[in-house]
């Protein structure tokens, strides 16, 4: 099992950055993938960055490229989604997801989710 607790979530006007954290616990945190997905209310969850377990690969949604950077550091169990240039389509509740072998833009093969943490744009 693996526990994913994320935090760094709050309030920004638009134009302004937060960093997401996702602190995990359980099984060797360097041998998943990792990714941050988003949804907003009354859309379905999408994916927004993923991570392979050495930084070597990563990928972006379109609409969040240039802006957003993911990044771990193994040794503290712990993955970043770095936002920048924030707008309010942006406004989600971001989750942090795992799975055991190499990055994937989809959702289910994901098998481990944080509970969220939400993040609000302000025009």
């Known amino acids: 099992q693996v526990q994913l607790v994320e935090s760094g979530g709050g309030l920004v006007q638009a134009g302004g950055s937060l960093r997401l954290s996702c602190a995990a616990s359980g099984r060797t945190f360097s041998n998943y993938a990792m990714a941050w997905f988003r949804q907003a209310p009354g859309k379905e969850r999408e994916f927004v960055a993923t991570?392979?377990?050495?930084?070597?690969?990563?990928l972006y949604a379109d609409s969040v490229k240039g802006r957003f950077t993911i990044s771990r550091d193994n040794a503290k169990n712990t993955v970043y989604l770095q936002m920048n240039r924030l707008k309010p389509e942006d406004t989600a509740v971001y989750y942090c997801?795992?799975?055991?072998?190499?990055?994937?833009?989809?959702?289910?093969?994901?098998?481990?989710w944080g509970q969220g943490t939400q993040v609000t744009v302000s025009s």
């Open positions: 991570i392979d377990w050495s930084s070597s690969n990563t």
């Open positions: 997801a795992a799975r055991r072998d190499g990055i994937s833009t989809l959702s289910t093969p994901y098998d481990y």
